[in-house]
């Protein structure tokens, strides 16, 4: 065979994630600059929505308790969701809800209007646009009055850090799996969990503790033979 060579070793994939703080202060950084900016945000980091879906929300979707995903929005091409069980609804916590209502109100949002639309022709919002004008900028000063250094790591790193924060919680993979909308729990295990290197660390500890309390024991017994 010819022209044939051997990939070599796969590369782990390595995706950011935002951490309880990082989500905290983004929040915060755009919260006086953008509402739009300011919801989009929260949508993604309180309920773990792909980009595609964030864009492809309407106001019909949304009832108060929770934000049903029916399609996706590809640059300007509005198609059905990325899977079957990606079509389904997504639990709206008070926090979103307090948000999500605010925006509503202040844009007059009708049920066929998109809840992140353009403000020419109403169509999807471009939301990598609105990275580049209002969410960056409001992170550069955030930073530089706060003195900070949050990174922006991209719409998809909320969605991942739901999965690490919930998991870290104690949350079962199960449920992950249905608030991410998953086909397959080792998806969720796979790509979007990150275990803390604390977290690691303690669980080796634990074995640890177990294996010396049970070699004490052992020592303990043999000494009284």
Request: hydrophobic share 40%.
């Amino acid at each position: 065979m010819h022209g044939i060579k051997v990939p070599g070793r796969p590369k782990k994939f390595k995706g950011g994630v935002y951490s309880l703080q990082e989500i905290n202060d983004i929040l915060i950084a755009v919260a006086d600059v953008d509402r739009a900016a300011y919801a989009a945000i929260a949508v993604a980091a309180f309920a773990g929505l792909r980009l595609s879906e964030i864009r492809g929300l309407r106001w019909a979707d949304y009832d108060g308790s929770q934000l049903k995903v029916s399609r996706s929005v590809w640059r300007t091409h509005v198609g059905p969701t990325k899977t079957e069980e990606s079509e389904a609804g997504v639990p709206v916590l008070p926090l979103l809800k307090k948000i999500l209502d605010k925006h509503r109100d202040a844009i007059k949002g009708r049920p066929n209007d998109y809840v992140f639309a353009g403000e020419r022709r109403g169509g999807p919002l471009n939301l990598h646009n609105m990275v580049r004008r209002v969410i960056q900028p409001a992170l550069v000063a955030f930073n530089a009055e706060m003195k900070r250094d949050v990174v922006w790591k991209g719409w998809h790193s909320f969605r991942r850090g739901l999965a690490s924060l919930l998991y870290e919680l104690g949350v079962k993979p199960k449920v992950i799996q249905a608030i991410l909308r998953h086909s397959d729990i080792g998806t969720t295990l796979q790509f979007y969990v990150e275990t803390p290197e604390a977290e690691s660390r303690d669980a080796l500890q634990q074995l640890e503790d177990g294996f010396t309390r049970s070699l004490e024991a052992k020592i303990v017994a043999s000494a009284r033979k």
